[in-house]
């Protein structure tokens, strides 16, 4: 169940999530980018016929400059899956909506075609339906709106009309459409929210899906390839476990399953490891910025967790569990299989020398 919160602030998202989000914005912004860069050219056009000669060259080249501007912002490719760098994405594009608007209006005024030129006075309305486009949280919206009204309030200043019955108009008719495009943008971010959880948790456990976590870890590993960071890698198996379904029942078995992940969940540090059922009784976690020593401990507070947890099943008893755990760190060169592979080969070894503990991968 999506929570209000999550719609309000990006705070309470998973780190997974705001990369997805992330990369979703960085996709809608560059075409955004791209129609707006081709529509600035192809108006300068219209404006030959419409604007009084004596405008006419002083506008196409600010046409020309916010169009230069948007097709930089089409080729600027880093970090496509920053969260930060796509809502300055989003950002830079009212800006230099804005500032066009401001120029263009600004050159009207100062020739006195302020008000026998249509069109230029309805930028601001379309610049903060553009929000509609986005996946953004309320506070997004807000802070977006309070830019491009705050821009609004200045220019109206500077004509000398703020207070004026027309300048209020067009004060109410822009909350008015931010208040759409806004509700807009946050039923994208539910619906983003939504699809995103039934596409990468797992129904049972409501963990991250087998999907989701080597999508993940191909992403951290391609992170660690610019930089000098750590990672490592727990592979969990509950110990017994087709056994156990076969005394107890699969209902029985489910629920222990769902237990062990909460305690996974519990020992995960929030919004930075990510735990995941891999298969079957087979659960993986991703532990970013640890090595091996770390991760050790890690996997020693989940066998402790194990050993102090027992659940009732719908026979009435209570019954405990425990699980063996294969640990790894990342080595430079390696991609995710030989990263599991060597995980794999450490629970083998721990399953082998007793189970209920751990070993770790050479």
């Known amino acids: 169940m999506l929570s209000y919160i999550e719609l309000l602030s990006a705070r309470q998202h998973t780190r997974y999530f705001k ?9 809608r912004t560059r075409v955004i980018a791209l129609i707006l860069a081709l529509l600035q050219s192809v108006w300068i ?18 046409r020309l400059l916010s169009s230069v501007a948007f097709i930089a912002l089409v080729c600027w490719t880093h970090r496509p899956y920053s969260e930060h760098l796509a809502l300055l994405r989003v950002v830079m594009i009212i800006l230099i909506m804005l500032l066009f608007h401001s120029v263009s209006a600004a050159i009207l005024i100062l020739h006195g075609h302020e008000y026998t030129v249509a069109g230029y006075q309805f930028f601001p309305y379309m610049i903060v339906t553009m929000l509609a486009v986005f996946p953004l949280t309320l506070l ?35 909350l008015v459409l931010a208040v759409v495009a806004g509700w807009a943008a ?16 797992d129904a049972l ?19 660690l390839q610019e930089s000098k960071s750590k990672l490592s890698v727990l592979l969990f198996d509950l110990d017994k476990f087709k056994g156990f379904n076969d005394n107890y029942g699969h209902a029985a078995g489910d629920i222990v399953l769902k237990e062990f992940a909460r305690i996974l969940i519990k020992v995960a540090r929030k919004k930075v490891d990510l ?50 755990i294969g640990v790894a760190q990342w080595q430079p060169g390696e991609d995710h299989s030989h990263l599991i592979g060597r995980a794999d080969a450490a629970l083998y070894e721990a399953k082998a020398n007793g189970r209920d503990r751990y070993e770790v991968a050479d």
């Open 19 to 27: 990369e997805t989000r992330g990369h979703y914005i960085y996709r």
């Open 45 to 62: 056009l219209v404006d030959q016929m419409l604007l009084p000669v004596d405008v006419q060259s002083q506008v196409a080249m600010t």
């Open 140 to 174: 997004n919206v807000l802070s977006l709106t309070l830019l491009v009204a705050a821009v609004e309030v200045v220019t109206q200043l500077v004509r000398g009309q703020f207070g004026q019955v027309q300048a209020v108009d067009s004060l109410w008719l822009l």
């Open 186 to 201: 946050v039923n994208q971010l539910n619906m983003l929210l939504g699809l995103y959880r039934q596409a990468t948790r």
């Open 205 to 223: 456990t409501s963990l991250a899906n087998r999907r989701l976590v080597l999508e993940q870890l191909d992403t951290e590993i391609g992170r």
């Open 275 to 324: 735990p995941a059922r891999f298969g079957g009784e087979e659960f993986l976690m991703l532990l970013p910025d640890m090595n091996s020593v770390e991760a050790s401990r890690v996997a020693e507070q989940i066998i402790a967790a194990c050993h102090a947890t027992q659940v009732r099943i719908p026979s009435g008893e209570k019954v405990g569990f425990t699980t063996s």
